[in-house]
T-cell receptor
Framework: GESVGLHLPTLSVQEGDNSIINCAYS??????FIWYKQESGKGPQFIID?????DKRQGQRVTVLLNKTVKHLSLQIAATQPGDSAVYFC?????????FGAGTTVTVRA | EAGVTQSPTHLIKTRGQQATLRCSPI?????VYWYQQALGLGLQFLLW???????NRGNFPPRFSGRQFPNYSSELNVNALELEDSALYLC????????????FGDGTRLSIL
């Protein structure tokens, strides 16, 4: 089975609000995680990554949090915009390959 | 800097035929990965090539194969196509070694009639 999964398949967010997308992983030995965004008709786009020796990492309008105790990963998007509407995947790097969760579809309401 | 490019964008085949999908990695990336994204099944790892050699493969039958050329571009070949092979096939590249993100192309949509 999959080692990485997302808690909710869909998320509806009001434009301007913050979004939080959650992900649980099962392999406690995983040491590298990535968030991707996939828009319709396109391939996954790299958003941000985090190594297991970190708890938090910030990018432009995005923050990833890693809780190794409960094997939980989250992506926070600040001031969500219509262009943020997409499917978001967390991925766990297992040596050479990425294991993906099923994804969360984020819809931004105007 | 050009991203990962894949061709063709769409490919329509019938059962039993063979399909060839192509991928050009980001300049400087030596590792190429192939994934299958079928409806309702998420992204599944297919193959990993580095320095011209197949390094590992996912849980797919041998009729899924490929190769990597000296310029690091790659082909994915699918023989004896079946209806369930209909999917988006994604190629990703990364520098070899260490914790580096894989960067994806926009995929080839393979439809089997």
């Amino acid at each position: 089975g999959e080692s990485v999964g997302l808690h909710l398949p869909t998320l509806s967010v009001q434009e301007g609000d913050n979004s939080i997308i959650n992900c649980a992983y099962s392999n406690s030995a995983s040491d590298y995680f990535i968030w991707y965004k996939q828009e319709s008709g396109k391939g996954p786009q790299f958003i941000i990554d985090i190594r297991s020796n970190m708890d938090k990492r910030q990018g432009q309008r995005v923050t990833v949090l890693l809780n190794k105790t409960v094997k939980h990963l989250s992506l926070q998007i600040a001031a969500t915009q219509p262009g943020d509407s997409a499917v978001y995947f967390c991925a766990e790097r297992d040596d050479y390959k990425l294991s993906f969760g099923a994804g969360t579809t984020v819809t931004v309401r105007a | 800097e050009a991203g990962v490019t894949q061709s063709p964008t769409h490919l329509i085949k019938t059962r039993g035929q063979q399909a060839t999908l192509r991928c050009s990695p980001i300049s400087g990336h030596t590792s190429v990965y192939w994934y299958q994204q079928a409806l309702g099944l998420g992204l599944q790892f297919l193959l990993w090539y580095d320095e011209g050699e197949e390094r590992n493969r996912g849980n797919f039958p041998p009729r899924f194969s490929g190769r990597q050329f000296p310029n690091y571009s790659s082909e994915l070949n699918v023989n004896a196509l079946e209806l369930e092979d209909s999917a988006l096939y994604l190629c990703a590249s990364s520098p070899v070694g260490g914790n580096q993100p894989q960067h994806f192309g926009d995929g080839t949509r393979l439809s089997i009639l």
